[in-house]
């Protein structure tokens, strides 16, 4: 089910927890082979990323991944899995009040629909990439390359 065209900004339904870190949900977005994951292109930087964002107080967690699975990469999923919680391995000097450490709940998901319009289609590219091209693009987000080394994308 795909959602709406807006995305959703600001962090005022943010949640957050006991220690202060952002809770974020997100997707290893995955064919229905497991031969391939989908890669979008981060906003702030060309770095190649999981789909990913706060959950917010309105939704539970596997809801934020899979809207933000639509925002981000304009996809439809079925959840297979949840990978566990993986915590924020920035150093300090990188962390900011825009940018507080973050625990991530990933989840594995199966594409069911790629739509050719979705709300950051203007600023975002997707790539299909295998596990060898993946890990390599990930490597420099630890975080993210453990949620993909937890799934089971065809090695």
């Given amino acids: 089910m795909a959602g709406s065209m807006e995305s959703r900004v600001g962090r005022t339904n943010q949640r957050y927890s006991e220690t ?9 977005p995955l064919n229905a082979d497991k031969s391939h994951v989908l890669l979008i292109q981060s906003t702030r930087r060309a770095a190649w990323v999981l789909p990913k964002g706060g959950w917010e107080m309105d939704e539970d967690c596997m809801q934020a991944a899979a809207r933000e699975a639509w925002e981000e990469a304009g996809i439809c999923i ?7 919680q993986i915590k924020e391995t920035r150093p300090p000097k990188q962390l900011s009040k825009e940018a507080p450490k973050a625990l991530y709940q990933f989840y594995q998901a199966t594409v069911t629909a790629e739509k050719n319009v979705w709300p950051e289609m203007e600023k975002r590219t ?14 420099a987000r ?13 090695r």
Wanted: aromatic letters at 10%; a negative charge; charged letters at 25%.
């Fill in 126 to 139: 997707r790539w299909w990439a295998t596990y060898a091209e993946a890990a390599d693009a990930l490597k």
């Fill in 142 to 154: 630890p975080e993210l390359l453990e949620a993909l080394n937890r799934s089971t994308i065809a």
């Fill in 20 to 28: 202060g870190e952002r809770l974020v949900a997100g997707i290893v």
């Fill in 78 to 84: 079925a959840i297979d899995y949840d990978l566990g």
